[in-house]
């Protein structure tokens, strides 16, 4: 039975972060990671829209805000020293209502509180300084945000843990880790021992804890690409002012690093952890969805706002008119080639859906449970503070 100092299961980016800060810290140490894929970042790391966040939405002093804002600095620096492309082209997040106009205060006030001293509050006549064709009641301009391509850091983070003598052996499942003083993981590949194993295994995390409190319940994001003259409507990147109620964004208008433009994403329920087709399911996961009282309760506290993204989902002229509330120029023949990843969202027995980033421990195995968006951007600040704490 092979052994190994620390193994990591799961190859996404939080997970190559994490390995490759332990083996900036560890010199010389056995390093493994595991991924059941062909090769490390094809989920949630290899389909999200690329933005790097500036930590604006989150509550100042959470896991979410700290790992984001310090996350910011380190991905920037690794961009720069890897010669990876971003862009920091700045948002503008829009409101069409004086609710939204009052959340957009307070959006403006916890991005103070969090250190993002350069965002301003613009009205509806200033939005045209900044985006012309959009409109609204008034806007916040945020400088920090841009746009990059995390498949390139995910393959970067590899390329640097083999250059230092980690090991990544992909095409292996983690079927059941053990905890212990030397947790035992056993894999596709036979059993594998290790003295600190850390679990970042994004839609299958729930699975690899075992716990009957969280469920992961997989949300489809839903993209459509914008076509030539409208995408040249948007300077950057647009968003709606978000529900507080909810941790998803809304449909928003974004510069990709290639030079396309989305509109996106819906946040519909997906019938697979892995279901990204329109249409394509997987019997197994549907079950443990269906069968989890936290889903039937979830579904039943946001039942309005389920229908509403199940009605953009099934309605392309639907998805249209969330778009329009700010790009009114937009038509149906300009959203064209579909594109989806999939947020694994914990949601507790209580039908919660849990907001924070979280992590659990057993012995010496750490569980990262719930790393949504941002972890993209707060990946290498998310390793920094694994290791710190295993």
């Known amino acids: 039975m092979k052994q190994y100092d620390f193994a990591v299961a799961g190859a996404g980016i939080v997970g190559l972060a994490t390995a490759y800060r332990l083996l900036k810290t ?8 595991l991924d059941k894929e062909a090769r490390p970042g094809l989920h949630q790391t290899g389909r999200n829209s690329g933005v790097i966040h500036s930590g604006i939405y989150y509550r100042p002093g959470s896991a979410k805000a ?21 862009r920091l082209s700045g948002k503008l997040i829009v409101a069409t209502d004086a609710d939204e106009e009052e959340r957009l205060e307070e959006l403006y006030r916890n991005g103070l509180e969090n250190g993002l001293e350069k965002i301003r509050l613009l009205t509806g006549g200033q939005i045209g300084n900044y985006e012309p064709h959009i409109r609204g ?11 990059t391509d995390y498949r390139s850091v995910a393959r970067a983070l590899a390329e640097k843990i083999r250059s230092k003598g980690g090991e990544i052996m992909t095409s292996t499942r983690v079927n059941r880790i053990v905890p212990g003083q030397v947790p035992e993981l056993h894999t596709s590949r036979g059993k594998i021992k290790a003295g600190r194993v850390v679990v970042a295994a994004g839609l299958q995390s729930d699975r690899l804890w075992g ?51 989305s509109a996106g994403p819906s946040a519909v329920l997906a019938p697979g952890r892995e279901a990204y087709g329109k249409y394509e399911w997987n019997l197994n996961d549907l079950a443990g969805i269906l069968g989890f009282a936290g889903f039937w309760r979830m579904g039943l506290k946001n039942r309005r706002a389920g229908w509403a993204e199940i009605r953009r989902w099934l309605s392309k002229r639907a998805f249209l008119r969330a778009a329009r509330k700010f790009l009114p120029q937009l038509e149906l023949n300009d959203l064209t080639g579909y594109h989806a990843g999939i947020r694994a969202q914990l949601v507790d027995r209580q039908g919660r859906l849990v907001d924070d980033f979280v992590f659990r421990r057993r012995e010496n195995v750490l569980y990262v449970l719930n790393a949504p968006s941002p972890a993209a951007t707060a990946s290498l600040s998310i390793g920094r503070h694994i290791v710190e704490n295993i």
């Open 26 to 33: 560890h010199a010389g140490a056995r390093i493994l990671v």
């Open 66 to 86: 700290r790992n984001c804002i310090e996350g910011y600095r380190l991905m920037l620096d690794f961009l720069e020293k890897t010669g990876i492309p971003y």
């Open 137 to 147: 009641r008034a806007a916040l301009l945020v400088p920090y945000t841009g746009i």
């Open 211 to 261: 716990g009957k409190t969280f469920r992961i319940i997989p949300f489809r994001g839903e993209y459509y690409f914008i076509r030539p003259p409208k995408d040249k409507l948007i300077r950057s990147m647009v968003y709606p002012v978000p529900d507080p109620r909810y941790p998803f964004l809304g449909i928003h208008l974004t510069h990709h690093i290639d030079g396309r433009v």
